[in-house]
């Protein structure tokens, strides 16, 4: 006991001079893994709970408002079993405002609302007791997300709350928030369908929102100053940011409206994705974390400094109890109290497998349906071993979730690393087996060969669904930027035909489809690759680009509808996989496969699909007769035409055909 004091004497001085020596001493803190932290409200008392093992005082300050208000009573909390500090405040403390504060030793660190705050002032610095039933819209306990049979029936759409209805021609009366976005029967240029009844006509089954917990890069006293950014930076996790709401200041508007947004979609029969960030926190030091237990929710090197696996200064420890307890709670908080359809989470190789996949359990435990997804790869290096962490290649011990492909991704286009990199549909050589990869939902096929494939050279999925298939997102350029930068010489019409063969790949693969929001519009940023805090001239959706691109949209559309009524292509299992789809063509810049016999109950028997990269006609040769149902943007899905002995497959095209 005394070696556990002296080790923590030794680190708390380190904390308190302004370093972080390397502790052996966070293995010895009691975990109390089972025990409640949120702070738990009745009309009669509020119960308020802080996991803190290294504090020698914790008080719990009590405010009027979120800000510029002097406390009106500051309580000790009660030290119990397992460094867990608690207090009973009688009394009904509804809208009430609070902070917990921390000493360690004779430091008193920072004034928090705790990290499992539920509710927060304007910028989030003083947490409210909240009565979280009295947040919720008319008809929520009848609110469900949409069904899924197979995970990659889900045609899943990124995209940012403040860019979707921010331009002034978005028709909205609340541009940039959360009830803007849901807003009915906004209009844009010439009448066109915007906001979410865009989102229902192009048939999306869910959007992916970047980050809308509460982060610090926006200051929310003062949205009347455009401001922008994506939102990387967490600062309680638990709670919507307050700048997408109608009032930041009044902590339980932004849940109130955050939840009415939830409904309008599952209304629509579109579900809800939250972009999750729990691998790093916006600040290092200064975070709520280590302003309760210094040290413990971080990840360190030997000589004691933080690790950065994030490349934002710091990188949380998924693999200890606390953490990992946090983890969980967090996603099925949001799962149940706002009805979250699923996660995406940032750097999920950042996070080791057995949290994931603990995670990924309690998750399914409410809703069988969720999706769950992230990026199998850090930013740099980390103390947690390679083997232990989620990523890319781990991804047949995670089998609930999946990971985008950036194999498919780059395959395509060319790398988004480089901007003269192309791809498949950009003119590039030898990426016919990434694409073929990408088809197959990165399973094992004999098909393959997986010397070929661009990043990874063998199959990384269980299951097809588990490659996240997608060809731009709000990261790196946009797809025309990129197609536009790696081909300077092309002309427009060369650059949308590539344009729509990108996507329609994506949507035609056995893997689960993912669009950048816009890509159905043509979207530009100008040519900028990295626009997390760039203006809203940059990050908007411009509504005129529907009207001058109204065929894009149409293509996608199409594609979308193609792929919802055809189960052939989003088969659940890789047997089914293996057993259905064969490649017949695969030569330079062109790549034909079959769907055969019915496969999942498709009602189509076979199915053709060719992928024409090259800039020519080319005549494809069939023995048998079969209908057309795709040919550049002539989307015939009855197949009233029959063809005979070869195909005229147009330049830079898919093309479908089908035996009934």
């Known amino acids: 006991m005394q070696l556990f004091f002296s080790l923590m004497l030794s680190f708390l001085l380190s904390y308190s001079s302004g370093t972080i020596q390397h502790s052996t001493a966070f293995s010895s803190y009691t975990a109390p893994t089972q025990s409640t932290l949120w702070p738990i409200y009745t009309t009669e008392n509020t119960l308020f709970s802080l996991w803190a093992p290294t504090a020698a005082e914790v008080v719990l300050t009590l405010y009027k408002t979120g800000n510029n208000s002097e406390a009106f009573t500051t309580k000790q909390l009660k030290k119990g079993a397992d460094g867990i500090w608690q207090l009973k405040v009688d009394g009904d403390l509804n ?29 989030g610095n003083r947490a409210m007791v909240v009565d979280m039933e009295s947040t919720n819209p008319e008809g929520w306990t009848m609110d469900k997300g949409p069904g899924l049979t197979n995970y990659n029936e889900a045609i899943i759409y990124e995209l940012h709350i403040r860019d979707m209805t921010i331009h002034p021609h978005s028709g909205s009366s609340s541009p940039g928030s959360y009830l803007g976005l849901v807003e009915e029967g906004t209009k844009g240029p010439e009448n066109v369908a915007t906001g979410i009844n865009h989102l229902k006509e192009l048939g999306i089954t869910h959007v992916h929102l970047l980050p809308t917990f509460d982060y610090y890069s926006i200051d929310e006293a003062t949205l009347n100053t455009p401001q922008f950014n994506w939102g990387y930076d967490p600062k309680n996790y638990n709670v919507p940011e307050g700048s997408f709401s109608s009032d930041p200041f009044n902590a339980e508007v932004r849940i109130k409206e955050f939840k009415q947004m939830v409904k309008a979609f599952h209304d629509k029969g579109i579900g809800v994705i939250m972009d999750v960030v729990y691998n790093h926190t916006g600040k290092t030091e200064e975070s709520n974390f280590n302003q309760e237990v210094p040290g413990y929710y971080y990840r360190h090197w030997e000589d004691g400094s933080f690790a950065d696996a994030a490349a934002c200064g710091n990188e949380t420890a998924s693999e200890r109890a606390m953490m990992q307890k946090f983890m969980i709670e967090s996603v099925t908080f949001w799962t149940q109290e706002y009805h979250i359809d699923g996660f995406r989470f940032d750097l999920m190789g950042i996070h080791d497998v057995e949290a994931m996949n ?34 890319k290649k781990h991804m047949q011990q995670l089998p609930d979730i999946a990971a985008f492909s950036d194999d498919i991704r780059d395959g395509i286009k060319g790398s988004v690393f480089e901007d003269e990199s192309t791809g498949f549909v950009s003119g590039a050589t030898n990426t016919e087996e990434s694409i073929k990869f990408g088809i197959v939902g990165a399973i094992q096929h004999p098909q393959l060969d997986y010397e070929n494939v661009n990043y990874s050279n063998a199959p990384w999925t269980q299951e097809p669904w588990q490659a996240i ?13 990129k197609l536009k930068v790696s081909r300077p010489n092309a002309d427009l019409e060369e650059l949308i035909a590539m344009h729509k063969l990108a996507n329609a790949i994506v949507l035609t693969t056995q893997g689960t489809p993912f669009l950048h929001a816009g890509v159905e519009l043509l979207r530009t940023k100008n040519g900028e690759h990295n626009s997390y805090n760039l203006p809203d001239s940059i990050n908007q959706i411009d509504w005129n680009w529907k009207v001058k691109h109204q065929d894009v949209f149409n293509y996608y559309r199409n594609l979308i509808t193609l792929r919802k009524a055809h189960p052939a292509f989003f088969m659940n299992s890789a047997s089914d996989v293996v057993k259905h789809l064969k490649f017949q063509m695969v030569e330079n810049g062109i790549i034909s496969y079959t769907i055969e016999d019915h496969a999942n109950d498709d009602s189509w028997k076979n199915i053709l699909v060719i992928y024409n990269a090259s800039n020519k006609i080319i005549d494809y040769p069939i023995k048998e007769t079969w209908q057309k149902a795709v040919s550049r943007d002539n989307f015939d899905l009855e197949g009233k035409r029959t063809l005979k002995n070869k195909i005229a497959v147009p330049a830079l095209s898919l093309y479908v055909a089908f035996q009934k």
Not at 474 to 479: A, K, S, V
């Open 95 to 123: 809208g009430t405002y609070y902070t917990f504060q921390v000493r360690v030793e004779n430091l008193w660190l920072a004034e928090t609302p705790g990290i499992y705050a539920k509710a927060v002032g304007v910028n």
């Open 358 to 391: 603990k995670i990924s359990d309690a998750v399914k435990k409410i809703n069988p349906d969720a999706l769950l997804y992230g990026e199998g790869w850090t930013a740099t290096d980390s103390p947690l071993p390679e083997a232990e962490r989620a990523l």
């Open 469 to 481: 298939n997608y060809v731009s997102c709000h990261d790196n350029h946009t797809l025309l930027d």
